[in-house]
């Protein structure tokens, strides 16, 4: 499972300690066993974690997801699709400056090549969020 789910030993140990993860059954040696759902939790964990969610708080999401399980995959699509979107902005900024060193035509060259992608992504959010219930 650590292997898998890309953490130390010691941090599996811990979530079960505190609950966060819990293996689905013990050999008769006692090794814990966990499920393919206990990996895709840890990876959820961890996406939390990289966001600064404290451990609290993320088993509050987790405790929330848990009672709510008809949503859980509409949920991890709109956390996976917000931690991109977060991971893109970060990228932007790290290209501003680059930007700002080149030549005004090879700059144009390049954004234009990204706009029909950006307006198609922004179309697509436009079209999701005039589909879902009103908040």
Same mark, same amino acid.
């Given at each position: 499972m650590a292997k898998a789910g890309d953490v130390s030993?010691?941090?599996?140990?811990?979530?079960?300690?505190?609950?966060l993860i819990s293996p689905e059954k013990r050999t008769l040696k006692n090794y814990r066993l966990y499920s393919h759902e206990t990996l895709?939790?840890?990876?959820?964990i961890n996406d939390l974690k990289q966001e600064k969610y404290t451990l609290e708080e993320i088993?509050?999401?987790?405790?929330?997801?848990?009672?709510?399980?008809e949503i859980n995959q509409v949920s991890d699509k709109?956390?996976?699709?917000e931690l991109h979107m977060q991971q893109l902005e970060r990228e932007v900024?790290? %290209?501003?400056? =680059?930007?700002?060193?080149m030549k005004p035509?090879? /700059?144009?060259? !390049?954004? %234009?090549?990204? =706009?029909?992608?950006g307006a198609?992504?922004?179309? /697509?959010?436009? !079209?999701? %969020?005039?589909?879902?219930?009103?908040?």
């Open positions: 030993e010691r941090t599996i140990d811990y979530y079960t300690k505190l609950g895709l939790r840890l990876k959820r088993r509050q999401t987790l405790d929330k997801w848990d009672a709510e399980p709109l956390t996976y699709l900024k790290e %290209l501003s400056p =680059l930007l700002e060193k035509g090879q /700059a144009s060259h !390049l954004l %234009l090549k990204l =706009l029909p992608q198609a992504c922004i179309e /697509a959010i436009r !079209l999701f %969020l005039e589909q879902g219930p009103t908040i």
